[in-house]
């Protein structure tokens, strides 16, 4: 893969995100509190936000130049090794920033590539990993290269720059051919993997990053699966097969989804998102502790729209109940006053969602028994739908 960490343990950044004419300042605080949260995952400390009303972001440096000098300024004064943009930017303003601002300077989708660089463990993680890298390097090579051109016109202005930028642009490009080879040989024999599972219904856990769909597929499986409370634990598809009252069907976690998700890596991870296309049913989990948990639920349904997986039976599980109530409820609220909200947020819910939703807390196991009578059901009537002639096992 390519040898690039972006940041190490310990380092001190600085988020910087810009309001735009169709956000609220809000809003832009919400994406740098998600921002804030892929940098600790990534390994560091955030210090400071800033962020600025621009109509339209600059094409040389994305801020003001008033507003770079202050960044200037504090990254020098606070001993900042990092600073972090929410957006994403072309090479040459990296470079106009990081000519500015003597630090290190990464975007969104450099930060998130990162991240799943670092947690990728299969040879098909690492793969589509490292083939968003050079797809993401590559419009930006020419901004890289800008300090080695010369400046002006005629005879001696002609520097190493564009030799060099071409011969890297023409090993990027065969780099990125080679990768798509190797994914397309790995995605054949994932499908034939598939394949082999024979007639099995195919369950699909899906849902925002960091929502507990690791800790429920642990829960029903009952086999270890990796979580922690860190954005993108999992990148890899796990599959177990699993039996309820003697009807055994397939359950898979995969990848989180998040907003702002770089385009070149969801084309990557298409492959491991097949799971989510060829599913029967997707358990769409949900933070319902999170204060934007109604927004993640839209990035969600527009990713499956993406995948043309939308239109699949979907049951959704608002979990970390447990946490919504610690979250919103006061202490001088009676016991009574407390369930009138709750059943106020489950009648709403089952209104929207036409019952398909279930209410649990994973850590807590609350209602794990309702949510595994509802998951047979529905696997249930999904083999009686695929196999109306063949008596299961049931």
């Known amino acids: 893969m390519i040898e ?43 210090i400071k936000r800033f962020t600025q009303k621009l109509e339209r972001p600059d094409s040389k440096t994305f801020v003001g130049k008033g507003k770079l000098e202050e960044i200037k300024n504090y990254v020098k004064s606070k001993g900042i090794t990092i600073v972090i943009f929410d957006d994403e930017l072309t090479g040459s303003q990296l470079l106009n920033i990081e000519d500015a601002i003597q630090t290190k300077t ?14 990728a463990r299969t040879a098909q993680a690492k793969v589509q990993v490292e083939l968003a890298q050079y797809q993401y390097i590559l419009p930006r090579l020419k901004g890289m290269w800008k300090h080695l051109e010369r400046q002006g016109a005629g005879i001696g202005s002609r520097g190493p720059g564009e030799t ?41 856990l899906v849902g925002y990053t960091n929502v507990g769909k690791s800790t429920i597929m642990t829960l029903l499986s009952k086999s270890d699966v990796f979580a922690e409370n860190k954005l993108f634990a999992t990148l890899d598809t796990t599959t177990r097969k699993v039996v309820f009252e003697n009807t055994p069907f ?16 969801v084309e990557s991870f298409k492959s491991t998102l097949d ?3 060829e599913a029967d049913i997707l358990l769409h989990v949900v933070d319902t502790s999170h204060a934007q948990y109604e927004d993640q639920i839209g990035v969600v349904n527009k990713t499956l729209q993406e995948l043309k997986a939308y239109e699949k039976p979907i049951l959704t599980i608002f979990n970390k109940m447990d946490l919504y109530e610690k979250k919103y409820f006061d202490e001088w609220l009676s016991y009574p006053v407390k369930q009138d909200i709750l059943r106020e947020l489950k009648e709403r819910w089952e209104r929207e969602l036409n019952g398909n939703c279930v209410f649990v807390s994973a850590t807590e196991r609350n209602n794990i028994d309702l949510l595994r009578d509802t998951i047979i059901n529905k696997v249930r009537e999904m083999y009686g739908i695929r196999y109306p002639y063949k008596t299961m096992l049931y």
């Open 275 to 277: 799971e989510v296309r």
């Open 164 to 204: 060099e930028i071409e011969t890297d642009r023409r090993i990027v490009k065969d780099k990125i051919s080679l990768l798509r080879k190797r994914l397309s040989e790995i995605d054949k024999q994932a499908f034939t993997q598939r394949k082999e599972r024979g007639e099995f219904i195919r369950v699909a």
């Open 4 to 46: 690039k960490k972006i940041i190490r343990q310990e380092e001190r950044a600085v988020l910087v995100g810009v309001v735009q004419k169709d956000q609220t300042p809000e809003q832009v605080e919400e994406y740098l509190d998600e921002l804030a949260f892929l940098a600790e995952t990534a390994g560091a400390v955030t």
């Open 250 to 265: 397939l359950l898979s976690d995969t990848v989180g989804f998040i907003r702002k998700l770089p385009h070149h890596l």
């Open 106 to 119: 990464v975007d969104r989708s450099d930060l998130i590539l990162d991240i799943f660089a670092s947690r």
